[in-house]
Structures are given as C-alpha cells and as structure tokens.
C-alpha cells in the first residue's frame, strides 16, 4: 500500500464562491498548507535551512477536478512524492472527501514541482534538495515511481 502524508481540513464557507462550491485557487492554497505541515511535523530541519539561505521555488503546480466540494466537507489532502531528482521534488496530491459514513470520494488530483535554490535573491541558485528533506521524503515515493 502506497503511504502519504495527510493534512485535513474542514470546508469553510469563505472557501466557497456565491453559487456554494469551492472556489479552485483553494485547492493550490490547500497543496502549499499540507506541504508545510509535512515540513513542520517531518522535516522541522529544513525549516530551520529555509531561515538560513535555503529557498524552495514552487515551478509548477496543477490540479485536476472530479466532484464539487461545498462548504463543511471533510477533507483529506493527501501528499506522496512522485519524483525526487537532485535539485527538484515533485509532489502529488489527491483530495478526498471523508464521508460520515466512512466513505471517501476522490474529487481531485493535483502536483506540485518545487526547486531548491540557495543564495542572495539576485544571485540564487539550483542547490541539491536538503538530506534532511530526502530522509522525510523517503516512505512518501509511490511504489509505481520506485525504480
């Protein structure tokens, strides 16, 4: 079985646009919280680098919709790494609506690629993703991207 990092969340009305359903920049918001809390909670390291020279460049990022969320919906963002080169990582996320009754419903799938780069901000640079970052990473890789 594949692993991912969870981040949940609860719908909130200010999430939604006037005709109820949630408006689609939420769901990039959402990827950038949910990588955050897995920095926070596995890689506190790397948030100590990212307050040194250490900057994490977000180059690309989409998602795709299956099902319209409303305000109140149960949330599992779920994180796992897709790729991981020397200095980029690739992230993917699927939304999943968590049912009272323990059902879950994909209604979306999202990726994000980042880059990491260090130096002054008019001189930075590639740098190699943080070992810190690569040992968090590691149990996230889907079985189907293992070489």
Known sequence: ?????????????????LVGNVYYVNYLRWQGRCREMFLKEQAPAVLADLQDDLKLFTLK??????AEITAFDDLSIRMHLLELAQT???????????????????????????????????????????????????????????G
Request: proline share 5%; net charge negative.
């Open 88 to 146: 980029q990582v690739h992230f993917g996320f699927d939304y999943v609506r968590l049912g009272a009754d323990g059902s879950e419903t994909l209604v979306a799938r999202g990726s994000q690629r980042v880059a990491c780069m260090r130096g002054p901000n008019t001189r930075t640079v590639p740098s190699r993703v943080p070992e810190a970052l690569v040992q968090a990473l590691e149990p996230y890789l889907l079985a189907s991207a293992r």
């Open 1 to 17: 079985m594949d692993r991912y990092y969870e981040y949940r969340h609860v719908v909130g009305f200010e999430e939604t646009n």
């Open 61 to 66: 990022v989409d998602c795709e919709f299956f």
